[in-house]
């Protein structure tokens, strides 16, 4: 009587000769998707607290405004007084309307009935300040205004 010794099957090693190619096709594929940030903020600003916030939902129609003290090229605060940058340009608060309707009349028709103002001041702001530019931005009939903040985590002991 014979008997018959089964082989063992073995799984192939896994080729990793592919890997690279996967890899990079990867990379390529986020460097595509991905928005890097086009605005470098020249005004230092410490974002307020809140509880109740919302995430925008269309960004492409927004127009941002920091306000807060001027910065140099290294980071550090230049003087004490309260700078507003639109977009990514220091500007007067009598600018203001000019730029923002300049901002309008290059968006897209649907753009222009969503635009929206996305206001990131810092908290020591004067509210003579905010005032100003909320009646600057009434004035050219840009009424969507949000104001940037952080969540605020309650500790409950």
């Known amino acids: 009587m014979n008997f018959y010794r089964r082989k063992r099957h073995e799984i192939p090693a896994l080729n990793t000769a592919s890997l690279p190619d ?3 096709t990867i990379l390529f594929f986020f460097m595509l998707v991905t928005q890097m940030r086009k605005v470098t903020v020249k005004v230092k600003y410490q974002i307020p607290t809140g509880t109740e916030l919302t995430r925008l939902v269309k960004k492409t129609a927004t127009s941002y405004i920091y ?3 001027p910065v140099n090229g290294i980071g550090e605060v230049e003087a004490d007084t309260t700078s507003i940058q639109l977009n990514d340009k220091i500007v007067q608060l009598a600018d203001i309307k000019s730029y923002l309707v300049k901002e309008r009349k290059s968006m897209s028709d649907v753009d222009k009935r969503q635009m929206n103002v996305s206001i990131r001041c810092d908290k020591g702001t004067p509210m003579g300040v905010m005032i100003d530019i909320k009646q600057a931005l009434r004035e050219i009939n840009v009424l969507n205004v ?3 903040a ?7 002991e």
């Not at 952080?150 to 409950?156: L, M, P």
């Open 22 to 24: 996967l890899i990079f």
């Open 67 to 69: 306000i807060g003290k």
């Open 146 to 148: 949000n104001y940037a």
């Open 150 to 156: 952080v969540f605020e985590n309650k500790i409950e």
